[in-house]
């Protein structure tokens, strides 16, 4: 017996989506013997209700009835090189428990950004502006500590580790502001920008690390 296929069709989305009476999830692991969920909803269990259905062109589904909104989870992926968890590249949210966080269950229409309204400038009007959270993020940025794993020292409230917390100084709005960015932040004020690509809130090293694990 494997994992309910309520809700189940080739349309349903990537990683875990709330419906009614519970969530279904979905990934790619093209070349896995076996696909698990684990999480708060099935109390973390390892066995057959938790193994995902396979499908066609790689990829695993199914629904887990009683999953709501802030359950944590994990896929677990066996494989030919080993099995362990793994983290849903589609999780609207991460624990902030580094390096190892769990995900999150999130509704699509709770999430804190939306997209229903944007539409992309026209080429020859794009102007993009490049922007690194941690040399960014303000007040004080110079001298506030950077974020470190719990345990390791430092401070976990030091500079930003969230995309979403520059987003408050730099709010890209260009149906509304006439293709400019509204910026609040330092040095940004009247910049003719119509585009800000946030850039890797960590070292190249840890996000490498962090890239490899995400993958089923």
Known sequence: MAARQDHISDSTPMGGTLVP???TFRTWAPA????YVLGDFNSWM???NAL???????????FFPGATDGMKYKFYVIGNAGEGHKRDPYARELTNEWPNPDCILRAATAYSWQDRTWRTPP???LIVYQLHVGTFFGPNRETRPAPSAKGQGG??????QRFDQPAQSVHPNVAGNGGRI???GPGLN???????????????????RTTSSARP
Do not use: M
């Open 123 to 125: 080429f020859h009007e």
């Open 32 to 35: 896995a013997h076996g696909v």
């Open 182 to 184: 509204e910026a609040n």
């Open 46 to 48: 390892r066995d057959d």
């Open 190 to 208: 009247g910049l003719a920008a119509s585009a800000a690509v946030v850039v890797p809130a960590n070292s190249l090293p840890v996000l490498s």
């Open 155 to 160: 401070s976990v409230e030091g500079r930003a």
């Open 52 to 62: 995902l259905v396979r499908q066609g062109g790689g990829r695993w589904a199914g």
């Open 21 to 23: 009476g519970g969530a």
